[in-house]
């Protein structure tokens, strides 16, 4: 907020059918100080020493053309608050929707892929035949526990009587702990935050161990142990065009993983997502997976830094709190309504934060992101603690931030 400007904050709290609306002045509240609510009841007004500002609702509320009170503890200040009563025909559940940026269903069946950066060519037009949504991170693990503990099953793969099912026999089946998702020609595999490629669709690519400069577009000939066990875990991938880093090639998959914020492709009916929407997906997923609330974002496992990672930009992770996975709010910071993920962050250096996942009372799950991506988080979060009321900015050692969540109508980037 600058010298002279009025600062509005509207949250919808759909669980209790209220806004909570907040403004902050330039200086103290007094008789001039008057906030109105437009006749369609989706508008309020604050006038204050001769500076009017607007700000649109992110949902209707129940009453119109009226004044509304400013308490006597708060003359004088230079922060008011309100909490207004949603209307009685908004829908309950209407601001609940989680939106997965770039589904399966999403994806026009014969997209390509390009460089959002400079639009480059990196998966041809007509090369993916189907887009295949992946299961969820713990697909393995849940369905060997099922086949081990069937109803009916009376448990003739155990053996050695240790009670645990032979994995050769799981792994026969498709859903063995060691079972894993390779590559597919003219399959492109659609993760939460990335997309999975047979390397021969793919084309305009850089493989290196580190930067781009040490990189080749030929994968095979890169200076490489020639014991798998000795292998990196991945390769950093860049455009060969524009030398931006698009993602990774994984050895274990023999696939290559695109950030799905680095590329362009034709979506049927959402656009582009950004790091925000896609962390916020991720978040999501964590919580309804591990219903586990905190998160710690850190680094890719396996990848050597690479140009975007450059040490002096500096490196840490990102300890994430969700406090409300699904609100709706409007600032006079931005000009519509948004939807978000509200949440406690505090960046942390890397090494603090493999100490705190290496506990044995650890209750924050990791993601992993690369260095760039941590930064724009970061970037993200920042600006949009400066949105909030002065005093809801903090809590204790915890910054207050607001993750844009996809909702289908996220801006493209």
Avoid at 1 to 21: F, H, K, V, W
Avoid at 104 to 117: E, F, K, M, N, Q
Avoid at 365 to 394: D, F, K, V
Wanted: aromatic share 6%; hydrophobic share 35%.
């Amino acid at each position: 907020m600058t010298t002279g400007d009025c600062a509005l904050y509207a949250e919808l709290l759909t669980n209790i059918r209220q806004i909570s609306l907040a403004a902050s002045l330039p200086s103290p509240c007094d008789a001039s100080t008057q906030i109105s609510i437009s006749s369609d009841c989706r508008t309020i007004q604050l006038q204050h020493r001769g500076i009017t500002s607007s700000l649109v609702l992110p949902a209707k509320v129940s009453r119109g053309s009226t004044l509304l009170p400013i308490q006597d503890k708060q003359k004088g200040s230079t922060s008011v608050s309100w909490r207004l009563l949603l209307d009685t025909a908004v829908a309950p559940q209407a601001h609940q929707v989680d939106q997965i940026p770039w589904s399966a269903t999403d994806l026009d069946p014969s997209s390509g892929v390009t460089c959002r950066h400079c639009t480059a060519g990196i998966v041809g037009q007509g090369s993916v035949k189907v887009w295949k949504d992946l299961p969820s991170e713990n697909w393995a693990e849940m369905m060997e526990f099922w086949h081990c503990h069937k109803p009916d099953h009376h448990h003739h793969n155990q053996g050695n009587g240790t009670g645990k099912a032979d994995e050769a026999s799981l792994a026969a089946r498709g859903y063995g702990a060691s079972s894993i998702i390779t590559a597919q020609t003219g399959v492109g595999f659609v993760d939460l935050t990335t997309f999975l490629f047979e390397e021969s669709d793919c084309r305009n690519l850089t493989f290196s161990l580190s930067t781009y400069d040490q990189g080749s577009v030929d994968r095979q000939s890169l200076p490489l142990e020639t014991d798998s066990s000795k292998l990196p875990r991945n390769l950093n991938v860049f455009c060969s065009s524009c030398r931006t880093q698009l993602g990774f090639f994984n050895f274990r998959s023999s696939a290559v993983t695109l950030l799905k914020w680095q590329v362009s492709c034709s979506s049927i009916s959402s656009a582009s997502p950004g790091i925000p929407e896609c962390l916020a997906a991720t978040l999501i997923s964590t919580i309804s997976r591990s219903g586990s609330s905190k998160s710690l974002i850190t680094a890719a496992d396996g990848v050597t830094p690479g140009e975007s990672d450059s040490p002096e930009l500096g490196e840490s992770a990102i300890h994430i709190w969700v406090l409300n996975s699904s609100i709706v709010y409007s600032s006079s910071g931005i000009p519509q309504s948004t939807p978000a993920i509200k949440l406690l962050y505090r960046p942390l250096p890397l090494e603090d934060a493999d100490k705190m996942l290496a506990s044995v009372t650890c209750e924050s799950q990791e993601i992993c992101l690369p260095a760039a991506a941590r930064r724009e988080i970061i970037r993200h979060l920042e600006a949009s603690n400066g949105l909030l009321p002065p005093t809801e900015r903090m809590f204790k050692e915890w910054k207050v931030g607001l993750l844009t969540r996809g909702d289908g109508t996220a801006a493209a980037r």
